[in-house]
């Protein structure tokens, strides 16, 4: 019989000045912005009766105030996952993507194309799909039925990619919002374990705000 082995809430942090401005932020160490907070207490109150067991985060600032917001309600172990720190954007980082643009809009183009294209100075989509991989190992191997990660865009595609079995290129399409919740369901029958997706980027408790 079918049965749902762990449940996997997948968060994105919530916005941070840079998000509010449209700049692009990789590993720049930014902390949520007031209404970046505001966001995650909605989350919060929309998660608090779910039964998590622990909390697994990106080691960046803005993720692990997600996870401490989120766990006021929960109280359980918070663990830094180091693998699921946002992707490296080498010279874009502090940038937006219109002054990219204009700076160089064929290597925009063919970066936007091909997931296999690193950042200048930074990674690419396809590397931060294989170096998240030993922290979602990490996650499965908990003993915990009910897990929470706290981490970005990119990390959040990334991890939902492997999960799925998707190519780099159709797992970078996705779209994910600041404080959007996903529900990822480990299903296991008969010894064999897949991921079903019951949610993606729900952003409902933010209302108008969405």
Avoid: Y
Wanted: charged share 25%; hydrophobic share 40%; aromatic share 6%.
């Amino acid at each position: 019989m079918d049965s749902v082995k762990k449940k996997i809430f997948l968060v994105r942090h919530g916005t941070t000045a840079f998000n509010e401005t449209g700049l692009l932020q990789g590993r720049i160490d930014n902390p949520l912005s007031p209404s970046g907070r505001e966001e995650v207490s909605l989350l919060a109150e929309k998660l608090k009766s779910e039964p998590i067991g622990v909390i697994f985060s990106s080691p960046l600032k803005r993720a692990i105030e997600t996870a401490e917001l989120i766990n006021e309600f929960h109280r359980v172990p918070v663990r830094i996952i180091d693998q699921f720190v946002e992707i490296d954007m080498g010279e874009w980082d502090g940038v937006s993507f219109a002054a990219i643009q204009e700076r160089d809009i064929d290597f925009f183009r063919r970066w936007a194309a091909d997931p296999k294209i690193p950042v200048p100075g930074g990674e690419s989509f396809t590397q931060v799909c294989r170096r998240v991989k030993p922290g979602i190992r990490k996650v499965l191997a908990s003993s915990e039925e009910n897990v929470l990660i706290t981490a970005h865009a990119t990390v959040n595609r990334a991890i939902l990619g492997n999960l799925l079995q998707m190519s780099p290129s159709v797992a970078r399409r996705f779209r994910v919002q600041n404080a959007a919740l996903s529900k990822l369901l480990m299903h296991e029958n008969s010894g064999i374990s897949r991921i079903v997706v019951d949610a993606w980027n729900d952003t409902s408790h933010l209302g108008v705000r969405a």
